[in-house]
């Protein structure tokens, strides 16, 4: 298995660059300019693969070679919550996922753009929110952390600490499922860190009890 010698990453998302930099891989950022209104009746797993796909897609026509392109939704009641578009919309979703469970879901897309080759994985996880005082919540849409969001929170958030009890994929909430994405390398024959667990655990903070399922194969999240 070989270190690629450059990634294309199809995202300007802070977030996604330092988990991407866990890899080991050398990557440039080039953020996609697409079209992210759903389709008619489309699914939010559909929905999510599809936009990863066409940022990845619309990179290839800049730069040529290995892309990576995620897009991260946060579905409550089959609704989809995406960046608030000012305080009171953050407000409004925040009050709405109050001591509730909601599904994050990642999708992320891989392309070859020399052999054509696009390979995706779906990242699902279920996220218990905590039941957050009015004070908190406003004290946090006041920082204005919420604004650049989907679902208008930062679940690596220190102070809000939105989420309790969590037992998924945290990477994949912040925007990239690095274990995921590891088996999107392995299809490409691409070597990632042999310390990718450990480094991201040691990011987050979060000891993962996932990991090992999602290495042998499992749909979880």
Known sequence: MSIPTSIILASNSP????????????FVSLPADIDESPEIDEKPEAYVIRLAQEKALACQ????????????????????????????????MLKALRGRDHRVMTGISLLDTETGRLENELC??????????DRELEEYVMS???LDKAGAYAIQHTVFH???NFRGCFASVMG?????????????DLSVSGSL?????????????????IKEGAAVG
């Open 15 to 26: 977030r996604r660059r330092e988990l991407l930099s866990l890899t080991g891989w050398s």
């Open 61 to 92: 026509s800049i730069k040529p070679g290995v892309i990576l392109a995620a897009d991260t939704i946060v579905v409550l009641d089959n609704q989809l919550l995406g960046k608030p578009d000012s305080t009171e919309d953050a407000r409004r």
């Open 124 to 133: 699902i996880s279920i996220v218990p929110m905590r039941n957050y005082s």
């Open 144 to 146: 204005g952390d919420p």
């Open 162 to 164: 939105p989420v309790e």
């Open 176 to 188: 990239l499922p690095l274990c995921h994405l590891q088996r999107l390398a392995d299809r490409f």
């Open 197 to 213: 667990v450990p480094e991201c655990e040691k990011l987050n903070r979060y000891i993962c009890p996932i990991h090992h399922q």
